[in-house]
């Protein structure tokens, strides 16, 4: 073997022992975040939130004051089967049976009023490019390949908490 080739296979060792080392270390990083909650703590003291739970708390209000109503009728009714009274129980039978059909009406109509308001706010543009602007930073910035959602839970059957990062976007976008 020539010297150059000597000096070449020599170059070349090296090389591969200073660089397998180094390759071998890059080992991939993951991060899961649990969208639910960063999502949760972002809108929490936000005008759209709080016109949603007001909204819950305005629905939930004249389902108790529905409830109640219901409650005094069936005590009517009771008073008057007790009494003797039986057209006037029929015809409170009658007022009970409206009132429960309204209400279960009622009831249908404001809980897809809010899944549909809830939706909405999820599927916000503004905290999905300041969620994903947040990750990226984060990302880069400790060396992870990917993070992933906590709440596609068919692609994690398993995690540390020591990937967990949620705190850490959380507290990024000052929340």
């Known amino acids: 073997m020539t010297r150059n080739g000597k000096i070449i296979t020599l170059t070349a060792f090296l090389i591969y022992l200073f660089v397998m080392p180094l390759a071998a270390q890059q080992i991939t990083k993951f991060g899961v975040v649990d969208t639910a ?6 809108y929490r003291n936000s005008a759209p939130i709080r ?8 629905f939930q209000s004249e389902i108790d004051k529905q409830m109640e109503e219901l409650r005094k009728l069936q005590q009517k009714k009771l008073d008057y089967e007790n009494s003797g009274n039986d057209s006037a129980a029929l015809r409170t ?3 009970i049976s409206k009132k429960k059909d309204y209400l279960t009406e009622y009831t249908n109509a404001k809980n897809v009023e809010l899944e549909l308001l809830q939706k909405n706010l ?3 543009d503004e905290f999905y490019k ?8 984060i990302a880069e910035s ?13 692609a994690i059957l398993w995690y540390s908490s020591s990937v967990d990062i949620t705190s850490q976007v959380i507290a990024e976008l000052g929340l």
Do not use: H, R
């Open 130 to 137: 300041t969620l994903y602007n947040t990750l990226s930073k």
């Open 122 to 124: 999820q599927n916000s």
């Open 37 to 42: 909650k960063v999502y949760s703590a972002y």
């Open 51 to 58: 016109n949603y739970e007001k909204k819950k708390a305005e």
């Open 93 to 95: 039978e009658t007022e």
């Open 142 to 154: 400790g060396g992870y390949s990917m993070i992933l959602s906590l709440q596609d839970a068919n």
